[in-house]
């Protein structure tokens, strides 16, 4: 199979994950899949860039700002070019526009919550791994629930998984 027309595992893992549907499962995943929406991580990606200028760390508000719209700009560019078709509408649990792959609610989510991890865990490594636990929670809940909701591919969220991942650790240099 072609990797952009469906992998092996896609339709197995949607099916099953149809097949566990509930009323009170698609509304927690309603939610979750909320805080990896642009509304959500572009208030979130404001509020840190703000936050990091009031309390002197200009360096970490640069990063967490790169990373975040570069996230976006990457993600709008991949969408364009591989224009991938979302699974069938019908079973859409959630309204959607555009292109599926990759998914930018896996790539943003993991991108942004990744750099914020990794401020905190450089600036208060006290805290470093309860910052790394929840970034990595908040990722693989919003991907679950892209999936979850019908509106992509596991291979659509994987391959948001791994640019969300690489994308702040190219600019880790940046971080302060």
Not at 55 to 72: D, F, H, I, K, L
Request: aromatic residues 10%.
């Amino acid at each position: 199979m072609a990797l952009f027309g469906g992998v092996k595992f896609d339709e197995p893992v949607l099916r099953f994950l149809r097949e566990r549907q509930t009323a009170s499962r698609t509304r927690a995943m309603l939610f979750v899949t909320k805080l990896g929406s642009f509304e959500v991580l572009s208030t979130v990606s404001i509020a840190s860039v703000l936050a990091l200028l009031v309390t002197g760390n200009p360096r970490a508000a640069r990063y967490v700002a790169v990373t975040a719209s570069g996230a976006s700009l990457m993600n709008q560019g991949a969408k364009a070019l591989f224009a991938r078709t979302r699974p069938e509408r019908t079973a859409w649990l959630s309204p959607t526009v555009g292109h599926a792959f990759p998914s930018g609610h896996a790539m943003s989510s993991t991108a942004i919550y990744g750099a914020i991890a990794l401020v905190i865990a450089r600036r208060a490594p006290a805290f470093k791994w309860i910052a790394v636990s929840t970034a990595g929670a908040l990722s693989a809940a919003i991907g679950v629930s892209r999936c979850y909701l019908h509106v992509h591919y596991p291979s659509d969220v994987l391959a948001g998984w791994g640019l969300g991942v690489t994308w702040p650790l190219w600019l880790r240099k940046m971080a302060p």
